[in-house]
């Protein structure tokens, strides 16, 4: 038999912004010490066995990245370069040229952040923290050189 503890119960929602969460029905409600369970502890059979206190919860998924989401904002498509470089030969002025190298600037250091997120993620971590890394340096890639 399994010890009711939160982390083995149907109920426990994790860990955010420094609180332990279980929901139970519709309702969210902090936990402070998910190593003794609650009284409407029900036993979770996907939990893992092996995960016993907060430390091994921690080390197991991580804590929450702070700002961190996959909502996408509903930015227009990134300019091409035939498009900078059809905008310059069309106004030749000196702050088209300075936009154009500060989009050739902004763009490498995308391209540099990507990869060093991507090396990071492969990192010894835990599974939570490297699957954020790893879609951020998606979305940059994807987002920030199309």
Same mark, same amino acid.
């Given at each position: 038999?399994?010890?009711?503890?939160?982390?083995? *119960?149907?109920?426990?929602?994790?860990?955010?912004?420094?609180?332990?969460? *279980?929901?139970?029905?519709?309702?969210?409600? !902090?936990?402070?010490?998910?190593?003794?369970? *609650?009284?409407?502890?029900?036993?979770?059979?996907?939990?893992?066995?092996?995960?016993?206190?907060?430390?091994?919860?921690?080390? !197991?998924?991580? +804590?929450?990245?702070?700002?961190?989401?996959?909502?996408? &904002?509903?930015w227009p498509p990134p300019m091409a370069p035939t498009e900078i470089r059809a905008a310059w030969n069309?106004? &030749?002025? !000196?702050?088209v040229r300075m936009l154009a190298w500060e989009i050739a600037r902004l763009r490498d250091v995308i391209?540099?952040?990507?990869?060093? /997120? /991507?090396?990071? !993620?492969?990192?010894?971590?835990?599974?939570?923290?490297?699957? *954020?890394?790893?879609?951020?340096?998606?979305? +940059? &890639?994807? &987002?920030? /050189?199309?």
């Open positions: 038999m399994t010890t009711p503890r939160c982390f083995n *119960c149907v109920h426990f929602a994790g860990r955010g912004e420094g609180t332990w969460y *279980c929901i139970q029905g519709n309702s969210s409600h !902090a936990v402070a010490t998910p190593e003794r369970g *609650c009284a409407f502890w029900t036993h979770n059979p996907r939990a893992d066995e092996g995960i016993q206190t907060e430390s091994d919860w921690i080390r !197991a998924y991580g +804590l929450p990245v702070g700002r961190y989401s996959d909502n996408e &904002k509903p069309k106004h &030749k002025i !000196a702050e391209e540099r952040a990507a990869a060093a /997120l /991507l090396d990071v !993620a492969h990192m010894s971590m835990p599974d939570y923290p490297r699957a *954020c890394l790893e879609r951020l340096a998606e979305i +940059l &890639k994807r &987002k920030g /050189l199309d």
